[in-house]
């Protein structure tokens, strides 16, 4: 399969960074071809601009996508499977994440009329969070992610859909955290290897 990341955290030292780094490495060593866009490396612009909002919300349905979204668009038509890897910030993706969808699901690409977008045989989110599961799922906060980014976001753009969390992270608990990344790091490497 040829696999689209979309990666998005501020710091390589970060657990996120080595997830990606092992999911990466079980791609490759399954034969899977991929690309990425490192939002941050790329420098990617999340900010939906006036004239970006005017097209996005009908009022002036002329105005012509963005090159840098256009690249974007191209990289998932090309792609059988997209993958979005990221920490959770604020029970959401960081903000170039979020704003990644407000400009790149644009109107005739990902929503109408006549949206081109290809249906994607998987869409898979990684993401990795400081608290532990258990209390995510208490709050409702995990639910809440899945719902924004399965329900919404994805939708019926990717026949299967999924959202698997990593959960513990944080370095408030140095021992918790030790505890589950070699866990973690492991499943990681599987969920490429086994894509
Ligand atoms: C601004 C900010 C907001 C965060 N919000 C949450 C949150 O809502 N829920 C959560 O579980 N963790 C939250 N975290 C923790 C991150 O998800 C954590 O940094 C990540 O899971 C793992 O560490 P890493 O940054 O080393 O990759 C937040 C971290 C930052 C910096």
Not at 63 to 82: M, T, Y
Not at 152 to 178: L, V
């Amino acid at each position: 399969m040829r696999v689209f990341v979309v990666y998005c955290h501020p710091s390589k030292k970060s657990f996120t960074h080595d997830i990606k780094q092992e999911f990466l490495k079980g791609l490759n060593d399954s034969n899977h071809e991929f690309i990425v866009s490192d939002l941050y490396e790329m420098n990617f612009n999340e900010v939906i601009s006036e004239n970006e909002y005017e097209r996005e919300a009908y009022y002036k349905t002329e105005i012509p996508v963005a090159d840098d979204v256009i690249e974007e668009q191209r990289k998932i038509q090309e792609s059988d499977a997209i993958v979005f890897i990221y920490p959770v910030f604020w029970t959401e993706a960081p903000a170039k994440l979020v704003g990644w969808f407000d400009r790149i699901w644009t109107s005739g690409f990902a929503y109408n009329p006549n949206p081109k977008m290809k249906i994607l045989k998987k869409a898979l989110f990684i993401v990795s969070a400081g608290k532990t599961m258990e209390s995510l799922e208490e709050t409702g906060e995990s639910s809440a992610m899945r719902i924004v980014m399965l329900g919404d976001r994805i939708r019926d753009r990717a026949i299967e859909k999924e959202m698997i969390i990593f959960d513990g992270t944080t370095h408030w608990d140095e021992e918790q955290r030790k505890e589950r990344m070699a866990e973690h790091l492991n499943t990681a490497y599987k969920l490429g290897l086994n894509f």
